[in-house]
Protein backbone atom coordinates (compact mmCIF):
# COMPACT_ATOMS: atom_id res chain seq x y z
CA UNK A 1 0.00 0.00 0.00
CA UNK A 2 1.57 3.62 -0.39
CA UNK A 3 2.57 5.70 2.45
CA UNK A 4 0.32 7.44 5.06
CA UNK A 5 2.10 10.61 6.08
CA UNK A 6 -1.12 11.54 7.90
CA UNK A 7 -1.15 8.22 9.84
CA UNK A 8 2.22 7.57 10.85
CA UNK A 9 2.11 11.45 12.38
CA UNK A 10 -0.87 10.56 14.61
CA UNK A 11 1.19 7.50 15.50
CA UNK A 12 3.83 9.63 16.59
CA UNK A 13 1.87 11.47 18.40
CA UNK A 14 0.39 8.34 20.22
CA UNK A 15 3.81 8.27 21.52
CA UNK A 16 4.44 11.34 22.98
CA UNK A 17 1.43 10.78 25.15
CA UNK A 18 2.34 7.36 26.18
CA UNK A 19 5.53 8.47 27.18
CA UNK A 20 3.79 11.97 29.14
CA UNK A 21 1.93 8.99 30.87
CA UNK A 22 4.59 6.72 31.43
CA UNK A 23 8.03 7.73 31.98
CA UNK A 24 6.89 10.16 35.34
CA UNK A 25 6.93 7.30 37.64
CA UNK A 26 10.97 7.65 38.40
CA UNK A 27 10.58 10.97 39.72
CA UNK A 28 7.79 10.48 41.56
CA UNK A 29 9.19 7.44 43.46
CA UNK A 30 10.81 9.57 46.24
CA UNK A 31 7.23 10.64 47.01
CA UNK A 32 5.61 7.86 47.04
CA UNK A 33 8.05 6.71 49.50
CA UNK A 34 7.54 9.93 51.94
CA UNK A 35 3.83 10.05 51.04
CA UNK A 36 2.74 6.52 51.85
CA UNK A 37 5.47 6.05 54.31
CA UNK A 38 6.95 2.88 52.32
CA UNK A 39 10.10 1.11 51.69
CA UNK A 40 11.47 0.44 48.16
CA UNK A 41 9.98 -2.64 47.38
CA UNK A 42 6.14 -1.23 48.27
CA UNK A 43 7.23 1.49 46.08
CA UNK A 44 8.42 -0.37 43.26
CA UNK A 45 5.23 -2.91 43.65
CA UNK A 46 3.63 0.46 42.27
CA UNK A 47 6.07 0.59 39.06
CA UNK A 48 5.12 -2.57 38.43
CA UNK A 49 1.16 -2.76 38.50
CA UNK A 50 1.74 -0.39 36.14
CA UNK A 51 4.14 -2.69 33.96
CA UNK A 52 2.37 -5.75 34.68
CA UNK A 53 -0.43 -4.60 32.37
CA UNK A 54 1.15 -5.17 29.58
CA UNK A 55 2.05 -8.96 30.38
CA UNK A 56 -1.89 -9.20 31.13
CA UNK A 57 -3.24 -7.15 27.99
CA UNK A 58 -1.06 -7.39 25.06
CA UNK A 59 -2.04 -10.19 23.88
CA UNK A 60 -5.61 -9.76 24.18
CA UNK A 61 -5.44 -6.10 22.69
CA UNK A 62 -3.99 -8.26 19.64
CA UNK A 63 -7.43 -10.02 19.27
CA UNK A 64 -8.94 -6.60 20.39
CA UNK A 65 -7.69 -5.07 16.81
CA UNK A 66 -8.09 -8.01 14.89
CA UNK A 67 -11.76 -7.47 15.77
CA UNK A 68 -13.03 -3.82 16.30
CA UNK A 69 -9.74 -2.18 14.53
CA UNK A 70 -7.12 -0.17 15.52
CA UNK A 71 -9.16 3.19 16.03
CA UNK A 72 -11.79 2.04 18.52
CA UNK A 73 -8.92 0.27 20.72
CA UNK A 74 -6.61 3.06 20.77
CA UNK A 75 -9.81 5.00 21.97
CA UNK A 76 -10.73 2.63 24.84
CA UNK A 77 -7.23 3.10 25.40
CA UNK A 78 -7.15 6.53 26.39
CA UNK A 79 -10.68 6.23 28.01
CA UNK A 80 -8.81 3.80 30.30
CA UNK A 81 -6.03 5.91 31.06
CA UNK A 82 -8.59 8.73 31.60
CA UNK A 83 -10.33 7.29 34.29
CA UNK A 84 -7.17 5.72 35.79
CA UNK A 85 -5.58 9.43 36.14
CA UNK A 86 -8.78 10.84 37.70
CA UNK A 87 -9.08 7.92 40.07
CA UNK A 88 -6.02 8.69 41.75
CA UNK A 89 -6.46 12.08 41.55
CA UNK A 90 -9.19 11.90 43.49
CA UNK A 91 -8.24 9.55 46.03
CA UNK A 92 -4.59 9.59 46.45
CA UNK A 93 -3.80 6.47 48.25
CA UNK A 94 -1.75 4.19 48.22
CA UNK A 95 -4.65 1.20 47.28
CA UNK A 96 -6.04 3.38 44.77
CA UNK A 97 -2.56 4.36 43.33
CA UNK A 98 -2.01 0.44 42.64
CA UNK A 99 -5.49 0.55 41.11
CA UNK A 100 -4.91 3.80 38.80
CA UNK A 101 -1.43 2.91 37.19
CA UNK A 102 -2.78 -1.14 36.72
CA UNK A 103 -5.75 0.82 34.55
CA UNK A 104 -3.58 3.00 32.92
CA UNK A 105 -0.99 0.62 32.29
CA UNK A 106 -3.87 -1.56 30.38
CA UNK A 107 -4.38 1.33 28.10
CA UNK A 108 -1.02 1.92 27.14
CA UNK A 109 -0.60 -2.08 26.75
CA UNK A 110 -3.50 -1.66 24.00
CA UNK A 111 -1.72 1.38 22.16
CA UNK A 112 1.56 -0.11 22.15
CA UNK A 113 0.13 -3.00 20.36
CA UNK A 114 -2.23 -1.24 18.01
CA UNK A 115 0.38 1.20 16.90
CA UNK A 116 3.59 -0.58 16.25
CA UNK A 117 2.08 -3.06 13.46
CA UNK A 118 0.42 0.10 11.61
CA UNK A 119 3.72 1.78 11.84
CA UNK A 120 5.42 -0.81 9.87
CA UNK A 121 2.15 -0.91 7.58
CA UNK A 122 1.75 2.85 7.02
CA UNK A 123 5.91 3.74 6.95
CA UNK A 124 7.20 0.85 4.89
CA UNK A 125 8.59 -2.13 6.03
CA UNK A 126 12.28 -0.83 4.76
CA UNK A 127 11.89 2.17 7.23
CA UNK A 128 10.75 0.41 10.39
CA UNK A 129 14.00 0.81 12.16
CA UNK A 130 14.03 4.24 11.38
CA UNK A 131 10.19 5.11 12.26
CA UNK A 132 10.50 3.07 15.53
CA UNK A 133 13.72 5.43 16.06
CA UNK A 134 11.93 8.82 15.40
CA UNK A 135 9.11 7.64 17.76
CA UNK A 136 12.02 7.22 20.16
CA UNK A 137 12.84 10.32 19.87
CA UNK A 138 9.39 11.49 20.35
CA UNK A 139 9.15 9.25 23.17
CA UNK A 140 11.98 10.78 24.93
CA UNK A 141 11.04 14.44 24.39
CA UNK A 142 7.80 13.92 26.12
CA UNK A 143 9.42 11.82 28.84
CA UNK A 144 12.18 14.95 29.09
CA UNK A 145 9.09 16.89 29.60
CA UNK A 146 7.08 15.51 32.30
CA UNK A 147 9.79 15.49 35.34
CA UNK A 148 10.23 18.98 34.30
CA UNK A 149 5.95 19.50 34.84
CA UNK A 150 6.46 17.54 38.18
CA UNK A 151 9.00 19.82 39.36
CA UNK A 152 7.10 22.91 37.91
CA UNK A 153 3.74 21.72 40.20
CA UNK A 154 5.69 20.61 43.08
CA UNK A 155 8.01 24.13 43.19
CA UNK A 156 4.77 26.66 42.36
CA UNK A 157 1.35 24.91 43.48
CA UNK A 158 1.48 25.53 47.16
CA UNK A 159 -0.27 28.97 47.68
CA UNK A 160 3.37 30.28 49.42
CA UNK A 161 6.38 29.94 47.98
CA UNK A 162 9.76 28.81 50.62
CA UNK A 163 9.96 32.15 52.24
CA UNK A 164 6.26 32.41 52.84
CA UNK A 165 5.49 34.81 50.11
CA UNK A 166 2.19 34.26 48.16
CA UNK A 167 2.57 32.77 44.56
CA UNK A 168 1.87 34.80 42.05
CA UNK A 169 -1.84 34.43 40.07
CA UNK A 170 -1.61 31.63 37.21
CA UNK A 171 -5.42 30.13 36.47
CA UNK A 172 -3.92 26.48 35.94
CA UNK A 173 -1.88 26.97 38.85
CA UNK A 174 -5.65 28.30 40.94
CA UNK A 175 -7.62 25.83 39.66
CA UNK A 176 -5.44 22.53 40.62
CA UNK A 177 -5.07 23.93 43.91
CA UNK A 178 -8.34 23.51 44.38
CA UNK A 179 -8.57 20.12 43.08
CA UNK A 180 -4.99 18.53 44.93
CA UNK A 181 -4.22 18.28 48.61
CA UNK A 182 -2.02 21.13 49.70
CA UNK A 183 0.50 18.31 51.12
CA UNK A 184 0.21 16.67 47.89
CA UNK A 185 1.12 18.80 45.13
CA UNK A 186 2.57 15.93 42.86
CA UNK A 187 -0.84 14.72 42.91
CA UNK A 188 -1.57 17.61 40.41
CA UNK A 189 0.42 15.88 37.48
CA UNK A 190 -2.63 13.20 37.42
CA UNK A 191 -5.10 15.94 37.12
CA UNK A 192 -3.02 17.00 33.73
CA UNK A 193 -2.68 13.02 32.80
CA UNK A 194 -6.11 13.31 32.74
CA UNK A 195 -6.77 16.03 30.61
CA UNK A 196 -4.38 15.33 27.88
CA UNK A 197 -5.69 11.35 27.54
CA UNK A 198 -9.10 13.16 27.40
CA UNK A 199 -7.90 15.27 24.87
CA UNK A 200 -6.40 12.49 22.84
CA UNK A 201 -10.08 10.61 22.98
CA UNK A 202 -11.39 13.49 20.65
CA UNK A 203 -8.70 14.04 18.39
CA UNK A 204 -8.88 10.25 17.84
CA UNK A 205 -12.39 9.95 17.36
CA UNK A 206 -12.47 13.05 15.11
CA UNK A 207 -9.62 12.34 13.05
CA UNK A 208 -10.31 10.13 9.71
CA UNK A 209 -8.36 6.55 10.08
CA UNK A 210 -7.21 5.67 6.17
CA UNK A 211 -8.30 2.25 5.33
CA UNK A 212 -5.00 0.13 6.27
CA UNK A 213 -4.89 -3.19 4.83
CA UNK A 214 -2.78 -5.38 6.66
CA UNK A 215 -1.51 -8.57 5.10
CA UNK A 216 -2.01 -11.54 6.86
CA UNK A 217 1.26 -11.23 8.22
CA UNK A 218 0.69 -8.19 9.95
CA UNK A 219 -2.87 -8.78 11.49
CA UNK A 220 -3.09 -9.53 15.16
CA UNK A 221 -3.81 -12.89 14.37
CA UNK A 222 -5.82 -16.11 15.43
CA UNK A 223 -5.15 -17.72 18.59
CA UNK A 224 -3.36 -20.88 16.32
CA UNK A 225 -1.13 -17.92 15.01
CA UNK A 226 0.25 -17.55 19.21
CA UNK A 227 0.32 -20.94 19.36
CA UNK A 228 2.52 -21.28 15.89
CA UNK A 229 4.93 -18.57 17.51
CA UNK A 230 5.08 -19.79 20.60
CA UNK A 231 6.47 -23.03 19.63
CA UNK A 232 9.59 -21.49 18.23
CA UNK A 233 12.89 -21.11 19.98
CA UNK A 234 13.64 -17.34 18.27
CA UNK A 235 10.31 -15.99 19.58
CA UNK A 236 11.00 -16.38 23.13
CA UNK A 237 15.08 -14.86 22.67
CA UNK A 238 13.51 -11.63 20.93
CA UNK A 239 10.62 -11.39 24.21
CA UNK A 240 13.09 -12.08 26.47
CA UNK A 241 15.44 -8.84 24.87
CA UNK A 242 12.34 -6.89 25.17
CA UNK A 243 11.67 -8.00 28.61
CA UNK A 244 15.65 -7.40 29.42
CA UNK A 245 15.28 -3.94 27.66
CA UNK A 246 12.55 -2.37 29.53
CA UNK A 247 13.73 -3.96 32.64
CA UNK A 248 17.20 -1.84 31.86
CA UNK A 249 14.74 1.24 30.81
CA UNK A 250 12.89 1.29 33.56
CA UNK A 251 15.16 -0.16 36.33
CA UNK A 252 17.38 2.46 35.68
CA UNK A 253 14.95 5.76 35.38
CA UNK A 254 12.93 4.88 38.50
CA UNK A 255 15.48 4.39 40.22
CA UNK A 256 17.63 7.29 40.05
CA UNK A 257 16.38 10.29 41.98
CA UNK A 258 15.94 7.56 44.81
CA UNK A 259 19.51 6.50 44.20
CA UNK A 260 20.96 10.05 44.00
CA UNK A 261 18.95 11.27 47.32
CA UNK A 262 20.09 8.08 49.12
CA UNK A 263 23.72 8.12 48.47
CA UNK A 264 24.33 11.73 46.92
CA UNK A 265 21.75 13.78 49.27
CA UNK A 266 20.26 15.29 45.67
CA UNK A 267 16.94 17.26 46.11
CA UNK A 268 14.62 14.50 44.33
CA UNK A 269 12.02 17.68 43.91
CA UNK A 270 15.22 19.51 42.19
CA UNK A 271 18.33 17.76 41.00
CA UNK A 272 16.95 14.20 41.19
CA UNK A 273 13.89 14.96 38.61
CA UNK A 274 16.22 17.04 36.49
CA UNK A 275 18.71 13.76 36.40
CA UNK A 276 15.52 11.70 35.74
CA UNK A 277 14.81 14.57 32.99
CA UNK A 278 18.32 14.13 31.11
CA UNK A 279 18.01 10.77 31.18
CA UNK A 280 15.14 10.92 28.90
CA UNK A 281 16.60 13.71 27.31
CA UNK A 282 19.97 11.89 26.46
CA UNK A 283 17.54 9.62 25.33
CA UNK A 284 16.38 11.79 22.77
CA UNK A 285 19.61 13.20 21.64
CA UNK A 286 20.85 9.37 21.24
CA UNK A 287 17.51 9.12 18.97
CA UNK A 288 19.00 11.57 16.66
CA UNK A 289 22.41 9.96 16.47
CA UNK A 290 20.54 6.67 16.18
CA UNK A 291 18.68 7.19 12.96
CA UNK A 292 22.38 8.65 11.57
CA UNK A 293 24.33 5.58 12.81
CA UNK A 294 21.00 3.19 11.26
CA UNK A 295 21.49 4.81 7.92
CA UNK A 296 25.45 4.14 7.68
CA UNK A 297 25.95 0.70 9.72
CA UNK A 298 24.48 -2.83 10.85
CA UNK A 299 21.99 -2.39 13.25
CA UNK A 300 23.39 -5.27 15.34
CA UNK A 301 26.18 -3.16 15.35
CA UNK A 302 24.81 -0.09 16.72
CA UNK A 303 23.15 -2.45 19.45
CA UNK A 304 26.40 -4.13 20.28
CA UNK A 305 27.83 -0.71 20.59
CA UNK A 306 25.46 0.96 22.67
CA UNK A 307 24.90 -2.26 25.25
CA UNK A 308 28.72 -1.33 26.01
CA UNK A 309 28.55 2.03 26.89
CA UNK A 310 25.26 1.77 28.60
CA UNK A 311 27.09 -1.17 30.69
CA UNK A 312 30.30 1.34 31.20
CA UNK A 313 27.99 4.64 32.11
CA UNK A 314 25.97 2.01 34.71
CA UNK A 315 29.34 1.22 36.28
CA UNK A 316 30.09 4.97 36.75
CA UNK A 317 26.71 5.80 37.75
CA UNK A 318 26.64 3.57 40.85
CA UNK A 319 30.32 3.51 41.88
CA UNK A 320 31.78 6.54 41.32
CA UNK A 321 31.75 9.83 43.52
CA UNK A 322 28.57 12.09 43.21
CA UNK A 323 29.79 14.30 40.69
CA UNK A 324 30.54 11.24 38.53
CA UNK A 325 27.59 9.75 39.54
CA UNK A 326 24.68 12.49 39.06
CA UNK A 327 26.17 12.90 35.25
CA UNK A 328 26.94 9.00 34.08
CA UNK A 329 23.40 7.37 35.22
CA UNK A 330 21.60 10.34 32.84
CA UNK A 331 23.89 9.28 30.25
CA UNK A 332 22.71 5.74 30.58
CA UNK A 333 19.95 6.92 28.69
CA UNK A 334 21.86 8.27 25.82
CA UNK A 335 23.10 4.58 24.55
CA UNK A 336 19.65 2.63 25.56
CA UNK A 337 18.03 5.30 22.62
CA UNK A 338 18.76 3.06 19.69
CA UNK A 339 17.85 -0.42 21.49
CA UNK A 340 14.11 -0.42 21.23
CA UNK A 341 13.43 0.20 17.44
CA UNK A 342 16.86 -1.65 16.70
CA UNK A 343 15.28 -4.85 19.01
CA UNK A 344 11.61 -4.35 17.75
CA UNK A 345 12.93 -4.18 13.80
CA UNK A 346 15.08 -7.21 14.31
CA UNK A 347 12.35 -9.21 16.22
CA UNK A 348 9.70 -8.50 13.24
CA UNK A 349 12.17 -8.63 10.49
CA UNK A 350 13.44 -12.21 11.91
CA UNK A 351 10.02 -13.64 10.79
CA UNK A 352 8.42 -14.19 7.39
CA UNK A 353 4.48 -14.18 8.87
CA UNK A 354 2.33 -13.14 11.69
CA UNK A 355 3.39 -9.74 12.63
CA UNK A 356 1.03 -8.78 14.32
CA UNK A 357 0.60 -12.03 16.67
CA UNK A 358 4.59 -11.39 17.25
CA UNK A 359 4.11 -7.68 18.21
CA UNK A 360 1.65 -8.60 20.96
CA UNK A 361 4.53 -11.41 22.25
CA UNK A 362 6.81 -8.65 22.20
CA UNK A 363 4.55 -6.15 23.64
CA UNK A 364 3.98 -8.67 26.76
CA UNK A 365 7.50 -8.49 27.17
CA UNK A 366 6.89 -5.07 28.59
CA UNK A 367 5.99 -6.18 32.06
CA UNK A 368 10.17 -6.95 32.47
CA UNK A 369 9.36 -2.98 33.61
CA UNK A 370 7.28 -4.25 36.19
CA UNK A 371 9.87 -7.12 37.35
CA UNK A 372 12.52 -6.10 37.25
CA UNK A 373 11.94 -2.75 39.06
CA UNK A 374 10.19 -4.37 41.55
CA UNK A 375 12.87 -6.78 42.30
CA UNK A 376 15.07 -3.97 42.23
CA UNK A 377 13.15 -2.48 45.25
CA UNK A 378 12.78 -5.46 46.87
CA UNK A 379 16.72 -6.60 46.60
CA UNK A 380 17.10 -2.44 48.08
CA UNK A 381 15.12 -3.42 51.02
CA UNK A 382 17.72 -6.17 52.47
CA UNK A 383 21.19 -4.84 50.53
CA UNK A 384 20.92 -1.73 49.37
CA UNK A 385 19.73 -0.05 46.05
CA UNK A 386 23.01 0.26 44.89
CA UNK A 387 23.65 -3.62 45.08
CA UNK A 388 20.19 -4.32 44.31
CA UNK A 389 21.07 -1.69 40.81
CA UNK A 390 23.65 -4.40 39.96
CA UNK A 391 20.68 -6.71 38.37
CA UNK A 392 20.95 -4.22 35.83
CA UNK A 393 24.42 -5.69 34.34
CA UNK A 394 22.33 -8.83 33.44
CA UNK A 395 19.71 -7.25 31.51
CA UNK A 396 22.13 -5.06 29.71
CA UNK A 397 24.38 -8.14 29.08
CA UNK A 398 21.46 -10.26 27.48
CA UNK A 399 20.37 -6.96 25.28
CA UNK A 400 24.50 -7.05 24.14
CA UNK A 401 24.51 -10.50 22.96
CA UNK A 402 21.55 -10.08 20.77
CA UNK A 403 23.54 -8.45 18.52
CA UNK A 404 25.90 -11.32 18.16
CA UNK A 405 23.06 -14.16 17.73
CA UNK A 406 20.36 -12.15 16.00
CA UNK A 407 20.03 -13.36 12.20
CA UNK A 408 17.29 -10.95 10.15
CA UNK A 409 15.78 -11.94 7.18
CA UNK A 410 15.84 -8.34 6.12
CA UNK A 411 18.46 -5.91 7.71
CA UNK A 412 18.35 -2.71 8.25
CA UNK A 413 18.06 -0.13 5.28
CA UNK A 414 21.89 1.87 4.84
CA UNK A 415 22.88 4.87 2.75
CA UNK A 416 24.47 2.11 0.06
CA UNK A 417 21.13 -0.07 -0.27
CA UNK A 418 19.51 2.85 -2.06
CA UNK A 419 16.67 2.83 0.20
CA UNK A 420 15.26 -0.28 -0.81
CA UNK A 421 16.82 -2.84 2.74
CA UNK A 422 18.67 -5.72 2.23
CA UNK A 423 18.30 -9.15 2.42
CA UNK A 424 20.79 -10.34 5.72
CA UNK A 425 23.62 -12.36 4.58
CA UNK A 426 23.31 -15.93 5.48
Not at 128 to 152: D, M, R, V
Not at 185 to 207: E, G, K, N, R
Amino acid sequence: MARNRFLVGLIFLVFFVISLLTNILGPIVPDIISTFSVGLGAAGFLVFAFFIAYGVMSIPAGFLVERYSEKPVMISAFLAATLGSISFALHPTYKVAFVSLFVIGIGMAMLQVAINPLLRVSGGEEYFALNETIAQLIFGSASFLSPWIYSYLVVNLPAVDLSGRAQGPNPILSILRHVTPPQLPWVSLYWIFAVVALTMVVVLSLSRFPAVQHTAEERPGTLAMYKSLMRRRLVWLYFLAIFAYVGCEQGTANWISQFLSHYHGYDPHTTGARAVSWFWGLMTAGCFAGAFLLRIFDSRRVLIGAATCALIMLSLGLFAPASVSVVALPLVGLFASVMWPILISLALNSVAEYHGSFTGILATGIMGGAIVTGVIGRIGDHLGLRTAMALLYLTFGYIWSVGFWSKPLINNATIGDKGTGAPASA
